[in-house]
């Protein structure tokens, strides 16, 4: 995927919704990464982002997934564990058990804040993990 150092086009949208400056992420956008905040995108985040660019497709337009994403809860929801677990899954089988532990507390600890979710860190560090046993 491209990465683009730059706002994604619905940034406004995305804003208000979200804390964006306390959280600084990345955003999928079609098959591009915008990257506003012009940070080094790691291998196992450019992965989380690519599951975004197949979901958008599956809704024939990124504006329409991004719609549904922002308004819906549950759709994020489900979007986002999709895209973490994957992550996590691609880390779990590149590198040692204490770094793919970590980088789950992470990814925990954005989906439980970021997100809007309602979810607690152990609620979204069990949900990341078990993603696929539901």
């Not at 992420?25 to 080094?40: A, R, T």
Request: glycine content about 2%; some cysteine; aromatic content about 16%.
């Amino acid at each position: 995927m491209e990465i683009i150092n730059q706002p994604p086009p619905n940034f406004s949208e995305v804003k208000q919704y979200f804390d964006v400056e306390k959280y600084k992420p990345v955003f999928c956008y079609g098959n591009k990464i915008y990257n506003p905040y012009k940070h080094d995108i790691p291998v196992d985040i450019q992965i989380h982002e690519e599951v975004h660019s197949k979901q958008q497709a599956e809704y024939s337009s990124p504006e329409i997934w991004w719609t549904k994403y922002l308004l819906d809860q549950d759709f994020r929801k489900s979007q986002e564990l999709e895209a973490y677990h994957t992550q996590y899954l691609w880390l779990k089988e590149r590198i040692p058990e204490k770094g793919y532990s970590e980088a789950l507390d992470e990814m925990a600890t954005h989906l439980s804040s970021l997100y809007n979710l309602g979810l607690n860190f152990y609620q979204a560090k069990t949900a990341i993990r078990k993603y696929n046993e539901r």
